[in-house]
């Protein structure tokens, strides 16, 4: 099975992004995993929110195939702890998927469409992040997860 992020717009930061490299890097150990950038759209002054929400929508759900497992990182989505996350990623590994897609969505959020195709939504936390924070934590919690089911010392109890 293939993982996948999927995340509206690039990471400006430096540092940040060798950060995310770093855990994508090391994601690839466990099991095939990409990381996928679906640039912003251009000229969205004239866009409502909605509008924007759309064609936001209409670009990832152009990435994504009927087979998928599409999971959203949503704030309202259900919280795992990290020991969780690592069964929700179990349970799909055996499951026999061939693509488990997790997405960062745009700034407001995600469209219907996007939302009536999701199969999950997954919430990090009850707080707000920037969506490139959202990239390194969710990237270093699913390497955590993998590390957790390989009885690795990286996570503590």
């Not at 219907?112 to 199969?119: I, L, M, P």
């Not at 920037?130 to 690795?152: C, D, G, P, W």
């Amino acid at each position: 099975m293939t993982i996948k992020l999927l995340s509206i717009g690039k990471t400006d930061d430096t540092a940040l992004k060798n950060l995310i490299d770093t855990y994508v890097n090391r994601l690839g150990h466990y099991n095939k995993f990409e990381f996928e950038v679906i640039p912003d759209l251009k000229k969205t002054k004239h866009l409502d929110t909605e509008q924007q929400k759309t064609k936001e929508g209409k670009l990832i759900l152009d990435k994504i195939a009927p087979s998928d497992f599409l999971v959203l990182l949503d704030e309202n989505g259900k919280q795992f702890s990290s020991e969780g996350f690592s069964e929700y990623i179990q349970k799909r590994l055996n499951s026999g998927m061939k693509q488990l897609i997790f997405v960062i969505g745009g700034p407001y959020g995600f469209s219907e469409e996007v939302y009536s195709r999701a199969q999950s939504k997954l919430s990090l936390s009850k707080m707000t992040f920037s969506h490139q924070m959202v990239r390194l934590f969710f990237v270093e919690q699913l390497y955590r997860a993998f590390t957790i089911l390989k009885n690795e010392p990286y996570h503590h109890k």
